[in-house]
């Protein structure tokens, strides 16, 4: 068992799994529109996209593995074009999309896992991100998802089709200048102390956030080690604002509101995180490493949703919105009158006017790293 995994005996733990399926001025116009935006400054590109993590950025590759933490199906990619691959636990687009498409890489980016990638496909860039995974392994053990140590391994994969496809020269370049996203962490929080109702003890919840920070320093290293030289990581969301947590919580918490406690958890561990990187940039003069900041930005638009368009924010559009995610978000759930209201598309994820407003505020470091 990995450092610090403890579940309390509450009948609770037996409830949040069943819940949490999926772990299982702008305008929306914006969104749709980006797909004919590309970066003003021509310096700003790269030649391929790689990204590792969990379903913020599966645009996928679940669909071809045994779980249950699938979206391939409606209303899923409900906004999505025909020519869109399905699998994205959201009604459209995600960020690692919106971040393809403004440095004129791709509209989407593909799953690795999909069999039927096209050549370009393969020397652009793919996703391996797997949704319910985490940095601890015991998280995507029980889900039955790809870990990331999994992950890194289909990337050596990767890296043997694509020298064989372009020559080791080119490969070596495609890689060593591609863009790398890392965004992972939110299932091991959620898992870990998301059925949690006794107060949190400080010492344990430091000691898992360091667990954390070690695997994903581990996962860092790796690709750097493997020529990545261009990397975002994303720290974590809100996570006690999500309508599943506060669902689970709101048994004992009346009105519905964040789960505080849980939030407390992600900032301790953002804080952690931004100071490790910038120890391991200080150690890496040819790599260009930058925290990407998504905390702030999502409470802002649950804290003022009003700025954001938003009228719905404590739960998700498909179904009841409080439980929904995964097979049980599927063509016989109702959804809602008008999705672009909504903060949320399931109980755990962003709708892709969230997800476009996620992208505008992680857009500086997209140009900090790619002008470097």
Same mark, same amino acid.
């Given at each position: ?50 990204? +590792? ?6 645009? %996928? ?16 990619? @409900? ?7 399905? &699998? ?100 091991? @929080?959620?898992?870990?102390? %998301? ?31 493997? &020529? ?11 996570? %006690? ?25 992600? @900032? ?26 998504? +905390? ?24 009841? &919105? ?42 500086? @470091? ?7």
């Amino acid at each position: 068992m990995s450092l610090c995994k403890q579940y309390s005996s509450s009948s609770l733990h037996f409830l949040l799994p069943l819940l949490i399926l999926a772990t299982t001025s702008k305008t929306i116009v914006n969104a749709h529109n980006l797909s004919k935006q590309k970066a003003s400054n021509d310096s700003l590109s790269a030649p391929a996209i790689y990204i +590792f993590g969990d379903s913020t950025v599966d645009p %996928g590759n679940n669909n071809f593995i045994k779980t249950l933490f699938r979206s391939n199906f409606p209303p899923y990619g @409900i906004d999505l074009p025909e020519e869109a691959p399905p &699998g994205r636990f959201t009604n459209g687009r995600l960020p690692t999309d919106f971040i393809a498409s403004y440095i004129g890489v791709k509209q989407y980016v593909p799953a690795y896992l999909d069999p039927n990638l096209s050549l370009e496909d393969l020397t652009t860039g793919v996703s391996f991100g797997s949704a319910g995974t985490g940095y601890d392994p015991l998280t995507a053990e029980r889900n039955k998802v790809v870990d990331m140590s999994t992950q890194l391994q289909y990337f050596d994969e990767y890296k043997k089709k694509l020298q064989r496809v372009v020559g080791k020269k080119r490969m070596e370049y495609i890689i060593k200048n591609a863009a790398y996203v890392i965004s992972c962490g939110t299932n091991d @929080i959620i898992y870990t102390y %998301g059925p949690d109702f006794l107060p949190l003890q400080p010492d344990n919840v430091a000691n898992y956030q360091q667990f954390m920070l070690q695997q994903c320093k581990w996962f860092l290293q790796a690709i750097i080690d493997r &020529g990545a030289r261009l990397i975002g990581v994303v720290g974590l969301p809100p996570v %006690g604002c999500l309508p599943i947590i506060i669902t689970a919580h709101s048994l004992i918490h009346q009105p519905r509101s964040c789960i505080e406690s849980l939030s407390s958890i992600a @900032i301790g561990y953002n804080q952690i995180l931004q100071h490790e990187l910038k120890n391991m940039q200080a150690s890496q003069p040819y790599t260009t490493i930058a925290y990407g900041e998504i +905390f702030a930005p999502l409470q802002d638009q649950i804290d003022n949703p009003e700025k954001y368009g938003f009228e719905v924010v404590d739960r998700g559009c498909c179904g009841t &919105g409080l439980i929904e995610g995964a097979f049980a978000c599927n063509s016989l759930s109702p959804i809602c009158d008008d999705r672009s209201k909504y903060l949320f598309w399931d109980a755990v994820h962003p709708t892709e006017r969230s997800y476009y407003f996620l992208f505008e505020a992680l857009r500086p @470091i997209v140009d900090f790293i790619l002008h470097r």
